[in-house]
Nanobody, 125 residues
Framework: QVQLVESGGGLVQAGGSLRLSCAAS????????VGWFRQAPGKEREFIAA????????YYADSVKGRFTISRDNAKNTVYLQMNSLKPEDTAVYYC??????????????????WGQGTQVTVSS
């Protein structure tokens, strides 16, 4: 069993930056993929980025490519999502998710068993 705790959301002006954290307990991330998703009011949960712990593979949706970056801290068993050049359309609740996909990742949120509680990101214009 994996427990995920997110932090780092908040209110920022357009063009600003935030860093989200996703800390895992219960198991190490070493055999897992971590996905980041977001959900805006009235919209479906959207995949934005993924990180495969073994090998360091990263993948970004076109909507965030070049602006968002995933990184990790092995010692803290934590994955970060650095979000730069934020836009009002980035406003959403952001979630991290994890599962053991044996070196792969998925963009479908239904594939992930373990979820963080979500953190609100609001970007003002």
């Amino acid at each position: 069993q994996v427990q995920l705790v997110e932090s780092g959301g908040g209110l920022v002006q357009a063009g600003g930056s935030l860093r989200l954290s996703c800390a895992a307990s219960g198991r190490t991330f070493s055999s897992y993929a971590v996905g980041w998703f977001r959900q805006a009011p009235g919209k479906e949960r959207e995949f934005i980025a993924a990180f495969v712990w073994s090998g360091g593979l990263t993948y970004y949706a076109d909507s965030v490519k070049g602006r968002f970056t995933i990184s990790r801290d092995n010692a803290k068993n934590t994955v970060y999502l650095q979000m730069n050049s934020l836009k009002p359309e980035d406003t959403a609740v952001y979630y991290c998710a994890a599962d053991s996909f044996r070196g792969q990742f998925y963009t479908a949120y239904s594939q992930y068993r373990y979820w963080g509680q979500g953190t609100q990101v609001t970007v003002s214009s």
